[in-house]
């Protein structure tokens, strides 16, 4: 039982997905301004999470971490990705909801 339930709480994301989060993020420069649990430049990984915990947002969380957005948390902006996949844009807003496991 303690298995399943283990199973059940990751099943959230597949261990691939989190592995191609974690690349994307680190490849992208995220981690120059955002870490997983203390606020830098910018909201921590896990704030994030918090914020929009039970909302379904991932794609319009996704579209800000492409096109920039300011003035959602503090005074400074998180910088537009243009060249970013959206595919990679979905997988990282994913990951980051998901509290960045
Ligand atoms: C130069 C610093 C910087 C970099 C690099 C950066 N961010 Fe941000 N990010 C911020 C700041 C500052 C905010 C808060 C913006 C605001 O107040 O609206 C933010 C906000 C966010 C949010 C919350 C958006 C929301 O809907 O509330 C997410 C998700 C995010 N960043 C993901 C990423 C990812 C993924 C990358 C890499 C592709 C990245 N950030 C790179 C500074 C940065």
């Not at 203390?38 to 929009?52: S, T």
Request: one cysteine or more; proline letters at 6%.
């Amino acid at each position: 039982m303690l298995l399943m339930s283990t199973t059940l709480v990751q099943a959230q994301m597949k261990p691939a997905d989190v592995t191609a989060a974690k690349s994307a993020f680190s490849d992208n420069g995220c981690a120059n301004c955002h870490d997983a649990s203390l606020r830098g430049v910018g909201p921590a990984l896990k704030e994030i999470a918090a914020r929009y915990k039970g909302k379904k947002v991932s794609a319009e969380v996704a579209k800000r971490i492409i096109e920039g957005c300011e003035g959602r948390w503090g005074q400074m902006a998180h910088p537009p990705y243009a060249g970013l996949d959206p595919t990679d844009a979905a997988l990282l807003a994913r990951w980051i909801l998901a509290g960045a496991p």
